[in-house]
């Protein structure tokens, strides 16, 4: 079973280096379409590809955190194609070593997800079961109190294949008499005592792991999925909603709460999304255009900074069908700008706010003149000299 020919090896330990995260795509999909036709080669394949992708990566530049996010991906993909395969326990097995001995040698770490991943790797509680057994010495001195800063890479791998195994109560007894109480450790133990169909304890259990340099996100994540899985969406959205789903920005974070709670008014959402953030009212601006609440996304964008170059797309945008609502973003975009908020702006991001606001002026039937005397009086309010005022003085002559 090679898979040389459809990754070859010294493709992925040269390239990589060029350009690691289009590589890492273009072997994902390479081993996607091999599994149409042959899912045992391109299962083996994903064992070839994991076990290539830490020495690969070993000297590239990772400072910005994109690689590691791709290879937390990938592992991700792959896992499946090796877990949903069936091949006979022998090859899973040697599988399996050859995992191993990667997640040994990887020493950036890049791929170490794959210890969480262990017992859906094994997948027979037989397999988890021998892992578990095999791991479970030094796991248990890395955890306890003579482990001293120990680090073992499979200690994860361990805890995983207990769960898999159905050894719940063994894992809760080594997770409590851990020397840390460490969520790394302890969402293992939260797994277990589900899996019990103790949910309650599980959500106690998981709250206890609150404290300094606690991931507080994801323990929330984990309290607000036991509360959904038993039915209790009120006291998941009250308690953690907030928490539980920030993303990388203000709208994705309201669009991912709003997917999870189809049945709460999206206005509503926005509003606690609001309050949860005092200061920052600006920042909810986006979403509230996105959910059409075009009012609130107007006061919104006067009560705190919002980001100009926003404002002027949704004036360009909206400037035919709500000129109004357009007018209000253009303005607020100056405004902004003004007030020297916005990442580098530039002459040209000015006239774009000022070409958007009168488009929409134009569209609601507002002379230039009236705009640009609205303007004059607007930029008279501001205190010393503004950059803005300066760009836009050829238009604003009375």
Not at 22 to 34: F, G, P, S, T
Not at 153 to 181: D, F, K, Q
Not at 222 to 241: T, V
Request: with cysteine; hydrophobic share 45%.
């Amino acid at each position: 079973m090679g898979f040389r020919h459809a990754v070859p090896a010294w493709r992925l330990r040269l390239e990589i280096r060029i350009a690691p995260i289009q590589r890492l795509k273009e072997a994902l999909a390479e081993i996607r379409q091999v599994a149409r036709d042959d899912p045992v080669l391109a299962a083996d394949g994903a064992v070839a590809l994991l076990e290539k992708l830490s020495p690969a990566l070993e000297h590239v530049d990772s400072s910005s955190g994109a690689i590691g996010t791709a290879v937390n991906r990938t592992i991700d993909a792959l896992v499946p194609v090796i877990a949903g395969v069936d091949v006979p326990v022998p090859v899973r097995m040697r599988w399996l070593d050859r995992l191993f001995d990667a997640l040994q040698k990887d020493r950036m770490p890049y791929i170490e997800r794959l210890g969480d991943r262990w017992g859906d790797l094994c997948t027979s509680p037989d397999i988890a079961s021998s892992w578990a057994d095999r791991l479970l010495p030094i796991t248990a001195r890395v955890m306890g109190a003579e482990g001293l800063g120990e680090h073992f890479a499979g200690t994860t791998a361990c805890l995983s294949a207990l769960n898999a195994a159905g050894r719940h109560e063994e894992l809760l007894a080594l997770v409590n008499g851990a020397r840390l109480n460490w969520w790394g450790y302890r969402k293992y133990g939260v797994d277990a005592l589900i899996a019990l169909n103790r949910s309650a304890e599980a959500l106690r259990y998981a709250e206890a792991s609150r404290g300094l340099n606690a991931p507080t996100a994801a323990i929330a994540r984990k309290c607000e999925a036991i509360l959904l899985s038993s039915g209790m969406l009120d006291e998941a959205y009250r308690r953690y909603a907030i928490e539980a789903n920030q993303t990388t920005t203000h709208l994705a974070t309201f669009r991912a709460i709003a997917k999870k709670y189809p049945d709460r008014r999206a206005d509503s959402i926005l509003h606690d999304l609001v309050a949860s953030s005092p200061g920052a009212e600006g920042k909810w601006f986006a979403a509230a255009k996105d959910a059409g609440m075009f009012d609130l996304g107007v006061s919104l964008a006067m009560r705190g900074p919002t980001d100009p170059r926003t404002l002027t797309r949704a004036a360009r945008d909206f400037a035919q069908r709500k000129p109004e609502f357009a007018m209000a973003c253009g303005t607020a975009a100056l405004h902004w700008m003004a007030a020297g908020f916005g990442y580098e702006i530039m002459e040209s991001d000015v006239m774009d706010a000022y070409d958007a606001l009168a488009a929409a002026a134009v569209a609601g039937g507002i002379e230039r003149d009236e705009l640009n005397r609205r303007l004059r009086a607007q930029f008279a309010a501001v205190p010393g000299h503004s950059f803005v005022a300066t760009v836009l003085a050829h238009h604003l002559l009375a």
